[in-house]
């Protein structure tokens, strides 16, 4: 039996004079702080296995109206992740006990589009939204086996760098508290190349906050 539990909250953090809400040659600046949090248990008659992420990322973003209702930008940033994973294997003969860890770090580069479906007048609006991410990660893992029997069986550490992209699609609804302030709930869905028991593959990700606009 499989279980993943995935905890996510982003809050939009935005600092900027502003002048008009969605018209060509406005701007969209400010950023997002977002902790995420995976857990994972799989068990079975002679197996066992969990695993318990959490995560860091901090977002600074940038965007411009290239056209009325039409939002291109793009979120530069930094990563953090920690896994720690344990497991139980049996054996015929043996008992044995897995332990280890997972810290990567990584920087982050994600272009995105976003698009008001509505006319700007409207108080309630409602985008659709897509970002294409590049990241690349730096990695430090340890781990161990113990035997029941013959006590320490294999021990290792190894550190490397790697590279991966993202795709996420989604969208939500805004709601203009005035011309210039919006709350906003949005919701993507994520295609990853990574796929491992501490990551899932794709996913859903929810973020709720504010978006501050400038103008000309």
């Not at 040659?25 to 318990?52: C, E, M, P, R």
């Not at 049996?90 to 509505?118: E, M």
């Not at 029941?148 to 805004?174: D, M, R």
Request: glycine fraction near 10%; proline fraction near 2%.
């Amino acid at each position: 039996m499989k279980k993943i539990y995935v905890l996510f909250f982003a809050c939009f953090i935005t600092v900027v004079r502003v002048n008009a809400q969605l018209t060509r040659g406005s701007w969209l600046a400010g950023g997002t702080i977002s902790f995420g949090y995976i857990k994972v248990t799989a068990d079975n008659a002679s197996n066992y296995y969990q695993s318990k992420t959490t995560s860091l990322e901090v977002l600074p973003v940038g965007g411009y109206f290239v056209i009325n209702k039409l939002c291109a930008g793009v979120d530069v940033g930094y990563n953090y992740s920690h896994n720690n994973f344990n497991g139980l294997t049996h054996t015929t003969t043996d008992l044995l006990k897995q332990t280890g860890y997972d810290n990567t770090s990584g920087l982050v580069l994600s272009p995105f589009l976003r698009y008001y479906l509505l006319p700007a007048v409207k108080k309630v609006n409602v985008i659709i939204s897509g970002q294409y991410s590049y990241v690349y990660s730096f990695q430090h893992n340890q781990e161990q086996t113990v035997s029941s029997n013959f006590g320490i069986w294999s021990a290792s550490e190894y550190k490397f760098k790697s590279h991966y992209h993202e795709y996420a699609v989604g969208g939500g609804p805004v709601w203009f508290l005035n011309r210039v302030i919006a709350a906003e709930f949005i919701a993507l869905y994520t295609f990853t190349q990574k796929n491992n028991p501490a990551t899932g593959g794709n996913y859903w990700s929810v973020s709720a906050g504010l978006q501050i606009y400038l103008g000309k």
